[in-house]
């Protein structure tokens, strides 16, 4: 009898115990099931992988550590980058072609224009072996632009009068508080005439396009898919399975098995690039900032 009660006693233990922190137990599982399936047993047979770039090109890190692991993945053989983008900063827009460039040479890298690949998104993939695009997508607009505002009237209504310590002749050039001088205006567009060349010498070298043609296919000019394929910016019209198919054909696999994100890695993505996106939005809504060179 003792022995019985003993047993109904732990039994009983546990339902409390499984009743007290069955909540617990709940989170673990739904998390489990989100993170376990990018550990299941397929996933060493994973040959070929996506990468998407979607959203202002303001913060690359996430993206540009997915190219390059994949650059060191033995395993994958071939890789489909995504685009869906109206460009960004430029810096950044250039860390990834060099990204993509690397990438390229050790295994085929397709991207496919979803629904934009405009400016930093262009320059971004322009080093693929392929660009596939969605006919409806907007192709182009290679160019580099800076902007600023004038605040100085508005300063002087309300009673604000700017105070500048500086060490070097063109530390303010780029400045809200006042009307830029003759000289900072020269030496701003001198920069950006730069850019726009680094920019359209890069996207010449990986189309094999006329540099001295650059009117007709930059000149910060969009164009519909057609009309870019026709200029040699891209080179093929399709959807996403085109894309995939081509790929496959690149990478030359007799059995094509794609490497996808998990639920809480897509989760985890989206969540940085709405965050990195709204930041901006702030700081440019305060006039804070920092006048860098946008590929647009």
């Known amino acids: 009898m003792q022995f019985l009660k003993s047993i109904f006693k732990s039994f009983g233990a546990c339902i409390r115990y499984i009743n007290t922190y069955f909540k617990t137990f709940v989170f673990l599982f739904i998390i489990a099931l989100i993170i376990l399936p990018s550990f299941n047993s397929k996933a060493s047979l994973n040959n070929l992988a996506k990468v998407e770039l979607s959203g202002e090109i303001i ?5 540009l550590e997915a190219l ?11 890789v489909l980058f995504i685009i869906d983008s109206p460009g960004g900063l430029f810096a950044p827009s250039m860390e990834l072609a060099l990204a993509v460039k690397d990438l390229q040479a050790k295994k085929p890298v397709v991207v496919y224009a979803s629904g934009t690949m405009a400016s930093g998104s262009y320059l971004a993939g322009v080093g693929a072996n392929e660009i596939i695009a969605n ?3 907007f192709i182009g607009s290679i160019g580099v632009i800076m902007q600023g505002a004038d605040l100085s009237e508005l300063a002087n209504k309300l009673g604000i009068k700017p105070q500048v310590i500086k060490a070097g002749k063109y530390k303010e ?15 701003l567009q001198e920069l950006i ?5 680094l920019f359209t010498e890069f996207v010449a070298k990986e189309r094999n396009l006329k540099l001295e043609e650059k009117d007709k296919w930059a000149n910060a000019r969009v164009f519909l898919s057609d009309q870019a ?24 696999v007799e059995n094509p098995s794609w490497k996808e994100l998990n639920a809480f890695d897509k989760f985890l993505n989206k969540l940085n690039t709405q ?13 804070l900032s920092s006048n860098q060179f946008e590929a647009r």
């Not at 050039?173 to 030496?187: D, I, K, L, P």
């Open 59 to 63: 913060n690359v890190n996430t993206t």
């Open 68 to 78: 390059n692991k994949l650059k060191d993945d033995e395993n994958i053989k071939g």
């Open 135 to 137: 006919p409806a997508s």
């Open 173 to 187: 050039a780029g400045t809200f508080t006042r009307a830029w001088s003759e000289q900072e205006r020269a030496y």
């Open 193 to 197: 005439t730069q850019s726009y060349e």
């Open 229 to 252: 394929r026709k200029l040699g910016l891209i080179d093929e019209l399709g959807n996403l399975e085109t894309a995939k198919k081509r790929v496959e054909e690149l990478a030359k």
């Open 275 to 287: 965050a990195l996106s709204f930041s901006k939005e702030l700081l440019s809504s305060l006039l």
